[in-house]
């Protein structure tokens, strides 16, 4: 039996060409009967997506970035290899970046069209304001969010984005924006990506060991001296990893300090590096797809088609190949690093591209109306569930009694990541049932228009 406001937001089929309505411009929060369904069925496989990520960092340390190595209970082997060399695989074809990169796009699209509605209702002068206050506030909530909760927060690096480069960039047109984001996004990204994960020092350092061990016992002394200085480095890393499981498990208060330096370190890591021009440029280019009624799912039929097959003929084979590559060097960061990190943001947008061009498919063929009205509803109350999540897994892994951090095996992580998603959608459902919005999405827009807006759907549909 479906929801009884299901109707407000369910998706129907869409003949080519045509778009999706808007309904008129306000100055107050848009309501359910304004929103863009499709933008919310996006937002909603983007938030329950990104989980497949987090719950690397949540769950247990990995000595490579979001592959399985160094955990406490070894993944790849026993009964569950097969399973394990699955998930990791299906995880960097459909998800590893891609998620967090449509998560930036739908952002983007966010800024153009909160401001279009604003500017066409109010003077140029009010509509910044509310734009400036909604993103100051989004920063402290990641202020609160990644000091507080978890440091793997995303909300800083959106707030401010959206606070120094995205305003000034919304009367631009499409095809500038299509073509400034991409830059930024494939160039931009390439070049702070490689620099975060320090590749080029990791190739040097491989070359030189290769060919100190290829000395034998005619090594240099400054040969022998770099072998024993990677034999100490992996003890070290050994010894790192006892570390981290020590503090993540020491609770809510006892952490607080260890999550705080952390995220200290991670916002270093992402601003002067320059790797934050990867999600800005996501964001821009999102600016450009909304513009070009991509998003709107305004092109086409053969436009997304042609996107799905050339997203995907570059981004699966780049993936897979360099997963092989790993794979076949025991893990090693040089190959992670020459295979993975270097083509990385290059089949992040191409399979970025793909997954979102194949669910605007999705939805205009009207097919699943009723699981994708439930992923719109996690859309629609993605800010809630976001939070919602880290303190979910927070709880399990670290703070609750259990603290499980580290204990489970690499599949179960997965498990716990099903279990969460069918929570997301079921409390957002019976959420959206009486509420207009979810419990954080009102408290953010009653601060940004700096009045109480109606929380219960009757009083928002009598506005």
Known sequence: MPDKNFTSISIEPLPPGTPEVEAGPTEAPVHQTQRLPTLDVLRGVALLGILMLNIEDFAGPESL???????LRPAFSGWHARIDYTIVVLKWMFAEGKMRSMFSILFGAGVVLLTERLEKRSALRRARSIYYRRNLWLLVFGVCHGFILWFGDILIDYSAMALIFLYPLRRLGARMLLMLGLILWLVGGTFGSTRAFDVTAT???????????????SATLAQRALLEDASKRQQAGAVAIQETLRTRRLGFLAGWPTRVTTEVAILKLKFPTFWFLEWLGAMVTGMGLYKSGYLTNKLPVQAYLSLVIAGYALALPLVLFGIWQVFKSGFAVAAFDRWL???YTAEVVAGTLANTSILLLLVRSGHLRSTLGRVAFVGRTAFSNYILTTILCQFLFAWGPWKLYGKLEYYQWYVVVAAIWALNLIASSLWLR???FGPLEWLWRSLTYSKRQPMLLTTSRQR
């Not at 970035?65 to 955990?71: A, N």
Request: no cysteine; aromatic share 8%.
């Open 203 to 217: 190739l040097r350092t491989e070359s030189q060991l290769n060919a100190a061990k290829a000395a034998g016992t």
């Open 341 to 343: 990190a270097i083509p």
């Open 434 to 436: 009486v509420f207009a």
């Open 65 to 71: 970035w979001d592959i399985p190595t160094g955990l």
